[in-house]
């Protein structure tokens, strides 16, 4: 993508400014690729952290007007970390540090729809790039984006029903949005697996490129094409847009993700006290 200057960056996540797009560019790396840039809790934070400095900080400033999220490594990501260590039911001494305790745990499992909605709510344009496996979470991120550019191989899906969970960061409605009810119970209920080529073909991205080098020169040339616009008309449009999205959604059910990842812990926590 050519030479280009770090202006933050956190443990799992690197932004930069290409030359190519002055001011106005900006690329976010996922950047753990030998693990797969799994999106465990501290990555989450980290979305939250990387977007609220481009949409307060940079955009703010009244010169960013895209951002392109790539990731390092051989795939986009495989989704929410199923290795990260699950909060533990314990003893508590009073009645207060036991309702504290629980309204901690209901607000961190809210962080991946925080990070969601963080990158939706961005005023700049989002393109993403994603390449090999794009799973759960990840898939979640190219929907929050306005442009989404795949390589042809490339694997999406949602998986968490066959590891017993529930689709939440507020997937769900977004995904009923893009591919509508029927699709969408199908990607959900069953997870089927679809290529970038069968996701292009369901009107799911916008852009197919034949391989990752490739990709990432779709994203710099669709950046410049959208810096070419009127800053004014662009930010109008996609503002529309947004609000047409949440009109669309007629009411955020998604406030109660948290609470349908709950249950599965507490089922987990009792089937192994009775082993």
């Not at 442009?147 to 769900?172: H, K, N, R, S």
Request: charged share 25%; with cysteine.
């Amino acid at each position: 993508m050519g030479s280009s200057r770090t202006v933050f960056e956190t443990d799992s996540i690197c932004v930069e400014s290409p030359s190519w797009g002055g001011d106005r560019v900006g690329v976010v790396w996922l950047n753990r690729g030998s693990k797969l840039n799994t999106l465990g809790t501290w990555v989450l934070e980290d979305i939250i952290r990387v977007f609220s400095f481009l949409q307060n900080e940079w955009f703010a400033k009244g010169t960013l007007k895209v951002v392109i999220i790539l990731a390092k490594g051989r795939m986009f990501s495989a989704g929410a970390d199923l290795k990260e260590e699950p909060k533990r039911f314990k003893p508590f001494e009073t009645a207060t540090e036991k309702a504290d305790y629980f309204r901690k745990w209901r607000y961190d499992l809210q962080l991946g729809r925080r990070a969601m909605q963080a990158i939706e709510e961005l005023e700049a344009v989002t393109i993403c790039g994603v390449h090999g496996h794009v799973m759960g979470g990840a898939w979640c991120i190219s929907l929050c984006c306005d442009y989404t550019v795949a390589t042809e191989d490339c694997i999406f899906q949602m998986p968490e029903i066959d590891i017993q969970l529930p689709l939440t960061w507020g997937c769900t409605p977004r995904v009923i949005r893009q591919f509508g009810t029927m699709k969408a119970k199908e990607i959900i209920m069953l997870g089927e697996r679809f290529t970038g080529k069968e996701l292009y073909d369901l009107g799911g991205i916008n852009k197919l490129v034949n391989s990752k080098e490739a990709l990432t020169e779709a994203t710099k040339t669709i950046a410049k094409r959208f810096v070419a616009k009127d800053p004014v008309a662009l930010h109008m449009v996609k503002t529309q847009f947004r609000a047409l999205a949440r009109a669309h959604s007629l009411g955020d059910t998604t406030e109660s993700d948290g609470d349908l990842l709950f249950l599965p812990a507490v089922l987990k926590h009792y089937q192994r006290s009775t082993l």
